[in-house]
């Protein structure tokens, strides 16, 4: 609130934004600290975003749907090599990313929550983007029937390497994940 009393108006666009700049300054959304630098108080900034982790997981899809578009626009490679370039990019530039990564160390329980829980919907954005890639592959396309499926099972597939540390403790074999990965997109054409 203001000296006048009145109350902030803020959408939750404004609120995204505002969170993705504190996620890559910090490595994580602290709501109080968030709202201060909203000028709105804690508890407009949750009448907008109804939560911590579904905030967070607006953020991540945010930042990680970037970094998608981009591995998109630069990938050279057509076909399923072109699929599999795609996540190479992608997944060098998210194991890259310090505040990516400070968040999973300093939040590992969080990060559980936000990227593998349904209701966040982190995942579901993740599945829908890899159909679009599938969906742009020349030489394809893989049935209708099988496209949900393909590109659900890619997505687990790539999550299980990119995050086993954070599920299992130890890191996984990225040549064993591609050989999964390629397998999926092969076998199922």
Known sequence: MGSTGTRRVVSQDQVLRGACRFFLRHGRVDMDALATSLAISRATLYRVVHSRDGLLADVLWVLADRLLARARQERTNGGVEGVL???????????????????????????????????????????????????????????????????????????????????????????????????????HR
């Not at 954005?125 to 659900?152: C, H, M, N, Y």
């Open 85 to 187: 370039e795609v996540t190479r990019r992608f997944v060098a530039e998210l194991r890259a990313a310090d505040p990516f990564r400070a968040f999973l160390r300093s939040e590992p329980d969080t990060a559980t929550r936000v990227l593998f829980n349904a209701s966040g919907g982190l995942h579901r954005r993740a599945v829908s983007a890899q159909k679009e890639i599938l969906l742009e592959v020349d030489g394809g396309p893989w049935s209708t029937a099988t496209l949900d499926q393909v590109a659900f099972l890619y997505v687990r597939i790539v999550e299980s390497a990119l995050y086993a540390e954070l599920l299992t403790g130890a890191p996984l074999d990225p040549a064993l994940a591609e050989t999964a990965a390629r397998t999926v997109l092969l076998q």
